[in-house]
Protein backbone atom coordinates (compact mmCIF):
# COMPACT_ATOMS: atom_id res chain seq x y z
CA UNK A 1 0.00 0.00 0.00
CA UNK A 2 1.21 3.41 -1.11
CA UNK A 3 -0.11 6.72 0.54
CA UNK A 4 0.41 10.09 -1.57
CA UNK A 5 -0.89 13.29 0.79
CA UNK A 6 -1.51 16.79 -0.32
CA UNK A 7 -3.20 20.02 0.81
CA UNK A 8 -0.93 21.15 3.15
CA UNK A 9 -0.02 25.40 3.30
CA UNK A 10 -0.04 27.87 5.08
CA UNK A 11 -2.88 29.53 6.94
CA UNK A 12 -3.70 32.08 9.80
CA UNK A 13 -5.25 31.68 12.67
CA UNK A 14 -9.21 30.54 12.07
CA UNK A 15 -8.79 29.69 8.81
CA UNK A 16 -9.23 26.27 6.99
CA UNK A 17 -7.31 23.64 5.14
CA UNK A 18 -8.43 20.09 3.87
CA UNK A 19 -5.90 17.47 3.14
CA UNK A 20 -6.15 14.34 1.04
CA UNK A 21 -4.81 11.16 1.29
CA UNK A 22 -5.08 9.02 -1.88
CA UNK A 23 -3.92 5.23 -1.49
CA UNK A 24 -3.06 2.84 -4.09
CA UNK A 25 -2.80 -0.46 -3.30
CA UNK A 26 -4.89 -3.53 -1.50
CA UNK A 27 -6.82 -1.90 1.28
CA UNK A 28 -9.99 -4.15 2.51
CA UNK A 29 -12.44 -4.16 5.09
CA UNK A 30 -10.31 -4.51 8.01
CA UNK A 31 -8.26 -1.71 7.29
CA UNK A 32 -8.70 1.94 8.13
CA UNK A 33 -7.09 5.11 7.87
CA UNK A 34 -5.67 7.84 10.38
CA UNK A 35 -3.97 11.46 10.40
CA UNK A 36 -1.52 11.53 12.61
CA UNK A 37 1.08 14.74 13.30
CA UNK A 38 4.40 15.69 14.41
CA UNK A 39 5.44 18.76 15.57
CA UNK A 40 9.25 19.64 15.93
CA UNK A 41 10.81 18.25 18.79
CA UNK A 42 7.42 15.88 19.77
CA UNK A 43 6.82 13.15 19.38
CA UNK A 44 4.53 11.55 16.41
CA UNK A 45 0.97 11.81 17.49
CA UNK A 46 -2.90 10.58 16.39
CA UNK A 47 -5.09 13.11 15.06
CA UNK A 48 -8.06 11.41 13.56
CA UNK A 49 -8.78 7.61 12.30
CA UNK A 50 -11.80 5.91 10.29
CA UNK A 51 -12.39 2.55 9.86
CA UNK A 52 -12.95 0.95 6.31
CA UNK A 53 -16.64 2.20 6.15
CA UNK A 54 -16.58 4.86 7.52
CA UNK A 55 -18.68 4.65 10.31
CA UNK A 56 -16.67 4.83 13.18
CA UNK A 57 -13.77 7.65 13.34
CA UNK A 58 -11.48 8.65 16.62
CA UNK A 59 -10.71 12.03 17.48
CA UNK A 60 -8.06 13.51 19.55
CA UNK A 61 -9.40 15.37 21.98
CA UNK A 62 -7.51 18.96 20.84
CA UNK A 63 -9.21 18.76 17.31
CA UNK A 64 -12.88 17.42 18.38
CA UNK A 65 -15.43 19.77 16.90
CA UNK A 66 -12.60 21.48 14.61
CA UNK A 67 -11.20 18.63 12.36
CA UNK A 68 -13.92 16.09 10.41
CA UNK A 69 -12.06 13.29 8.72
CA UNK A 70 -14.16 11.09 6.00
CA UNK A 71 -13.39 8.93 3.30
CA UNK A 72 -14.50 7.83 -0.42
CA UNK A 73 -13.67 4.24 -0.85
CA UNK A 74 -14.61 4.69 -5.06
CA UNK A 75 -11.66 6.78 -4.81
CA UNK A 76 -9.47 5.21 -2.02
CA UNK A 77 -9.27 8.70 -0.98
CA UNK A 78 -9.51 9.86 2.53
CA UNK A 79 -9.83 13.62 3.51
CA UNK A 80 -8.96 16.00 6.39
CA UNK A 81 -11.01 19.10 6.84
CA UNK A 82 -9.55 21.17 9.47
CA UNK A 83 -11.54 24.40 10.18
CA UNK A 84 -10.67 26.89 13.20
CA UNK A 85 -6.94 25.88 13.05
CA UNK A 86 -4.69 27.06 15.65
CA UNK A 87 -0.95 28.24 15.55
CA UNK A 88 -0.71 24.65 18.18
CA UNK A 89 -2.08 22.44 14.87
CA UNK A 90 1.13 23.89 13.05
CA UNK A 91 3.35 20.45 12.14
CA UNK A 92 3.63 17.60 9.56
CA UNK A 93 0.80 15.66 9.31
CA UNK A 94 1.02 12.16 8.08
CA UNK A 95 -1.73 9.98 6.51
CA UNK A 96 -1.31 6.11 7.69
CA UNK A 97 -3.65 3.14 6.78
CA UNK A 98 -3.54 0.35 9.07
CA UNK A 99 -6.00 -2.17 11.28
CA UNK A 100 -9.20 -1.01 12.27
CA UNK A 101 -9.33 2.40 13.09
CA UNK A 102 -5.74 3.15 13.37
CA UNK A 103 -4.84 5.51 16.65
CA UNK A 104 -1.19 3.82 17.96
CA UNK A 105 1.89 3.48 15.49
CA UNK A 106 2.07 -0.31 16.32
CA UNK A 107 -1.69 -0.30 14.26
CA UNK A 108 -0.10 1.50 11.17
CA UNK A 109 1.58 -0.78 8.58
CA UNK A 110 1.75 2.19 5.98
CA UNK A 111 2.44 5.94 6.09
CA UNK A 112 2.34 8.38 3.39
CA UNK A 113 4.84 11.02 3.21
CA UNK A 114 4.48 14.03 5.73
CA UNK A 115 2.86 17.37 4.32
CA UNK A 116 3.24 20.84 6.02
CA UNK A 117 0.36 22.43 7.74
CA UNK A 118 1.21 25.80 9.14
CA UNK A 119 -0.96 28.00 11.12
CA UNK A 120 0.31 31.70 11.72
CA UNK A 121 -0.68 33.65 14.88
Known amino acids: VQLQASGGGLVQTGGSLRLSCAAS????????MSWFRQAPGKEREFVVGINWSGGTTSYADSVKGRFTISRDNAKNTVYLQMNSLKPEDTAVYYC???????????????WGRGTQVTVSS
Open 96 to 110: AAGYLVPTITSRVFA
Open 25 to 32: GRLDSAHG
